[in-house]
């Protein structure tokens, strides 16, 4: 008989139970069949430790009322793992013995593993996180003078794959929890002695945030929370390739900064570097961010996000283009140069190319900023996150194509 050996399920949000149960038990099974015992999956059975209301309360309040604690348990617990970075609950000196004993006896945390970090010579850098199912995923530091900004995967891999993305080579693995979302913001703050907390948070790591909605966003919402992280809206983005009716859901889910990753003023060429675009189309895409703001009686601004590909999105006419789609838009434009890496063939702007194509941006009255290229030497700008390439991108068509 197998006793269910409990998780503290959202390492970082919800204390609840979470068995493993049929990993542990297919361990079980391997030992035993080299062993010499016949034995099969099903005939190992798993009794939990806790009855069957605690392992199904919805959140960390009901998990403690469900072991006849106050609910108020639940926000000091949330300060002890995420203002203080603690982890172990015998460290957890406002909780009382026989809480602490019982904690230890259901329940344990295990944040993610930084498998390898890359420091590039500006101070970017670059994390290779193992998750604790073995997963892979990438998130990237970004250092400034008074603030950090930590860019955050909510997928493992991504389907869209947009053809400018080392990450949509990859494929789709899986959705990452909550908890493997909400990791590594607690990874980057205690994991390592960084001199700066992390100030600000995008979701524009791997994957498709809307994709993978709930857990990002109630990883979002601890993130905002005062018991958490006390982040305000404006310090936390989340980025979207455009899937629309997802769009319109986040406002009335989680107040944050939302961003749209464009690249291109017309469907034609969004087809072919976001192939989402043929199920949403620009026109829904724009109808959906006006709806957003509306929202909010007009009192928000969406960030587009521009990546500039030589010969294939940074003329002059594409500029003028993208003025005209975006002129009823509040928004301010990120322009980013591309960040090349294996098995791509498309190539960064030029200087003179990218400068004029923000020229005219300003003169059309937008407010427009060019990103530091910053993470090259570690493939690590955000958004650009490169892991091992499961397929190769299909740039180099397009180039061909543009080229004749």
């Known amino acids: ?135 892979m995923i990438e998130m990237v530091r970004i250092p400034e003078k008074k603030r950090a900004t930590l860019c955050i995967s909510s997928q493992a891999g991504c389907a869209l794959q947009c053809t400018f993305c080392a990450t949509g080579a990859q494929g789709f693995e899986k959705n990452l929890t909550s908890d493997e979302i909400i990791g590594q913001l607690w990874l980057a703050n205690f994991g390592e002695s960084e001199n700066i907390p992390i100030t600000n948070v995008v979701f524009m790591g791997m994957g498709e945030p809307l994709l993978n909605f709930n857990p990002v ?61 043929k199920k949403y189309p620009i026109e829904k895409l724009i109808k959906s961010c006006m709806d957003y703001i509306s929202f909010y009686d007009g009192k928000r601004n969406i960030t587009i996000e521009y990546i500039l590909i030589d010969g294939v999105n940074d003329s002059k006419e594409q500029a003028y283009e993208l003025c005209k789609l975006l002129s009823d838009l509040s928004c301010k434009i990120n322009l980013i140069p591309f960040n090349p890496f294996d098995g791509s063939d498309y190539k960064r702007s030029n200087k003179l190319n990218i400068q004029n194509f923000k020229d005219i941006l300003v003169k059309k009255g937008f407010i427009t900023t060019l990103r530091v290229t910053r993470g090259d030497a570690v493939d690590g700008a955000c958004g650009q996150l490169v892991g091992k390439l499961k397929k190769s991108i299909k740039g180099k068509n397009l180039i061909n194509a543009r080229e004749i």
């Open 1 to 135: 008989m197998l006793s269910n050996c409990i998780l503290l399920a959202r390492v970082f949000s919800v204390i609840r139970s979470r068995g493993q149960t049929v990993d542990v038990a297919r361990k079980i099974l391997i030992l035993a069949r080299e062993s010499g015992v016949k034995l099969e999956l099903e005939d190992i059975q798993n009794t939990p430790f806790l009855p069957k209301p605690c392992l199904d309360t919805p959140d960390n309040d009901s998990f403690f009322k469900s072991l006849e604690e106050p609910s108020f348990r639940a926000k000091q617990l949330l300060k002890w793992i995420h203002q203080k970075g603690v982890i172990d609950f015998d460290e957890m000196t406002d909780f009382n013995k026989p809480l602490r004993a019982k904690l230890k006896e259901v329940a344990f945390m295990k944040p993610p593993i930084i498998e390898e970090s890359f420091l590039s010579p500006e101070g970017t850098k670059k994390y290779l996180i193992k998750l604790d199912s073995g997963t």
């Open 217 to 277: 966003i109630e990883s979002a919402k601890i993130m905002k929370d005062q018991m958490g992280y006390g982040l305000s809206r404006k310090r936390i983005t989340i980025s979207t390739s455009g899937i629309v009716p997802q769009i319109d859901s986040i406002a009335n889910n989680v107040d944050v900064s939302l961003a749209i990753s464009l690249h291109a003023s017309n469907n034609q060429l969004r087809d072919e570097i976001v192939p989402i675009n």
